[in-house]
């Protein structure tokens, strides 16, 4: 199956810092992959719906200042958080969806563990 | 505003046992229910995915029961061994806006030897 890499999977930094998060399909191409938030027993929240080419759209109350996406081809996306503080500490996944998909199939990276201190 | 509603939040059973989920969803546009597994630390991972247009389906151990017009959908998992002991979450999506899920709140599975 269709596998997307996630790195790095578990990073702490101190506050103020900003971490840069990859997400790779590493078979497969993806024009749009998705970015989401989990918090500790919770569901997955979608941040942002990353386009490969064209600027991110983000979901309501997402800042995009502050997790800025890039998505520079069509097998890797990037998340930076940036300034990050305390509360910016939580699971952040990743999915991607083959350009070549007839249906909706979504491939899930294995996740990031931000701790930031 | 939570779109799809999952229960129950936890569920204990036995080895052999047939845990069941269930999920509402409230927007009649969603055209896509598929439902994941996640462990720990680890991204979910997708179990099995239904359309409007078939009541049942069933992959192996897992069975997804549909009713449109309840607008509801279950997860039932035959014969549940200890390590199907995860996190299941049931999602919808619409054809019309590409992939983009929306997850129901999630239940802790725990099924004990």
């Known amino acids: 199956g269709a596998v997307v890499s996630q790195h790095p999977s578990r990073v702490i930094c101190k506050s103020g810092t900003s971490v840069k998060i990859e997400c790779r399909s590493l078979?497969?191409?993806?024009?749009?992959m998705f970015w989401y938030r989990q918090f500790p027993k919770q569901s997955l929240m979608l941040m942002a719906t990353?386009?490969?080419?064209?600027?991110?759209?983000?979901e309501q109350g997402v800042e995009k200042d502050k997790f800025l996406i890039n998505h520079a081809s069509l097998t890797l996306s990037t998340l930076t958080v940036t300034s990050a503080h305390p509360e910016d500490s939580s699971f952040y996944i990743c999915?991607?969806?083959?350009?070549?998909?007839?249906?909706?199939?979504?491939?899930f990276g294995s996740g990031t563990q931000l701790s930031v201190l | 505003q939570q779109q799809v509603k999952q229960s129950p939040q936890s569920l204990i059973v036995q080895k052999g046992g047939i845990p069941i989920i269930n999920c509402a969803y409230e927007n009649t546009a969603f055209d896509y229910f598929p439902w994941y597994q996640q462990f720990p630390g680890k991204g979910p991972a997708l179990l099995i995915a239904?359309?409007?247009?078939?009541s049942e389906k069933k992959e192996g151990r897992f069975t997804i029961s549909f009713n449109k017009s309840a607008k509801q959908f279950s997860l039932h998992i035959m014969d549940s061994q200890p390590g199907d002991s995860a996190t299941y979450f049931c999602?919808?999506?619409?054809?019309?806006?590409?992939?983009?899920?929306?997850f129901g709140e999630g239940t802790q599975l725990t099924v004990n030897p």
């Open positions: 078979d497969f191409q993806a024009t749009t």
């Open positions: 990353s386009n490969e080419g064209s600027k991110a759209t983000y």
């Open positions: 999602a919808a999506s619409m054809r019309s806006s590409g992939s983009r899920l929306t």
């Open positions: 999915s991607a969806r083959p350009v070549l998909a007839t249906n909706e199939k979504l491939f």
């Open positions: 239904i359309r409007p247009d078939v």
